[in-house]
């Protein structure tokens, strides 16, 4: 049975979505954005940021604050693809991207970050965390090419005073408490260690976005595991248990868009920062998605976190109740949830159950074309 029908906890559709260029917006109502405050950052050296970022009501035009976020990020494709319509999208303002080992080690996982963001060269430039942890049980070459990003090997010039991104982390939600959503598309590992360094990360972390976990379908690491919980599961089930406010975007609504060749014809072209990065990295993925998985086009799971942070009325959640196995013999790292008919375990995160897939692809081609226009 599905979830929607066992659950009473549903955040039904009552309004209508505020971006009215999104035909196919239908006006989800959603729990991503229900503890949002308006909002209001880096420790190393960066240009100095404008006092509020404006974004554009699109409906009524009347300028508002952009949402501050925090991407951690193990730059893979999909996160590279996160990375650039974070960075973009004018609902969001970005105050740091933290690297976290999943797809590749947490060595490369923080040069590609870095990668990232300098071939983007966006206005304002996010402070930067670096990948402490140990190296994952497996990793994400297949899908996502020996250095992550398809490949490319883009030259880059090591940076030797990053911070780690657990201090980035907690310094940042320190600086704005209560107003910073992460978005987390790797494994959790910097976030479990953030709540270790600050007690009060939890308290003052306004929203956790985790892209991860499956609900009703299967893993895709494991039959029962999805890959960036089952990277580090320990830490996983250490936020799963924080009282943090959070939000799992699992892989039975993320699985439900996928990027198709003809979305390349619609790609900034190559004379951008934007399309020479993406132009460079996807066609792996495409390569790799069809030789792996047999598919005619590639999941971007990761980037749909960014749209939920930015656009969360696209989305429906729902309440849950949920846990993280952590030693199963077949079902470590699978997230488990109470849908017992008396639930016995306390809701602790806001399930995405399902998204406006038109409206999603929507906005990420729109931001896309934000992107190009910086050049
Ligand atoms: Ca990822």
């Not at 590279?80 to 970005?94: G, I, Y």
């Not at 990065?277 to 980037?303: C, K, T, V």
């Not at 008396?342 to 992107?371: F, H, Y």
């Amino acid at each position: 049975m599905g979830v929607k029908s066992r659950s009473p906890i549903v955040r039904r559709s009552t309004i209508r979505c505020k971006h009215t260029c999104l035909p196919a917006a239908r006006g989800l109502q959603s729990a991503f954005g229900a503890t949002f405050r308006p909002p209001a950052a880096m420790n190393a050296p960066r240009p100095e940021r404008p006092k509020a970022q404006k974004a554009q009501n699109h409906r009524t035009g009347t300028p508002r604050m952009a949402r501050k976020v925090i991407l951690d990020v193990d730059p893979g494709i999909d996160d590279a693809l996160a990375v650039v319509l974070a960075l973009f999208d004018p609902e969001l303002d970005v105050v740091a991207v933290t690297a976290t080992g999943g797809n590749v080690s947490p060595q490369q996982a923080t040069l590609n970050v870095q990668t990232i963001v300098e071939l983007l060269d966006p206005p304002r430039l996010p402070r930067l965390g670096a990948a402490t942890s140990e190296t994952p049980a497996d990793d994400g070459r297949l899908l996502h090419g020996a250095d992550g990003l398809g490949n490319a090997n883009f030259p880059v010039a090591v940076l030797h005073n990053m911070h780690p991104a657990d201090k980035v982390l907690c310094d940042e939600v320190r600086t704005a408490p209560e107003e910073i959503t992460i978005i987390s598309s790797g494994p959790l590992t910097n976030i479990a260690r953030a709540l270790q360094r600050d007690s009060n990360f939890a308290a003052t972390v306004g929203r956790l976005i985790m892209v991860g976990g499956a609900v009703d379908g299967p893993g895709n690491i494991t039959p029962g595991a999805e890959f960036n919980i089952y990277s580090d599961p320990l830490s996983a089930r250490t936020v799963f248990r924080s009282r943090m406010t959070k939000t799992l975007l699992p892989l039975d609504v993320t699985g439900q868009l996928v990027m198709t060749f003809d979305w390349l014809d619609l790609l900034p072209s190559e004379s951008t920062r934007v399309g020479a990065l993406l132009r460079r990295i996807l066609p792996f993925a495409f390569r790799a998605h069809r030789q792996a998985l047999g598919l005619e086009g590639i999941y971007i799971n990761d980037a749909l976190g960014v749209v939920a942070a930015a656009h969360p009325e696209l989305f429906e959640t729902r309440e849950m109740a949920g846990d993280v196995e952590t030693q199963g013999e077949l079902t470590a790292g699978a997230t488990v949830f109470d849908r017992r008919q008396v639930r016995q375990w306390r809701p602790n995160v806001d399930v995405a159950v399902s998204m406006d897939v038109a409206a999603v692809k929507d906005c990420i081609l729109r931001t896309l074309g934000e992107a190009a226009k910086a050049g």
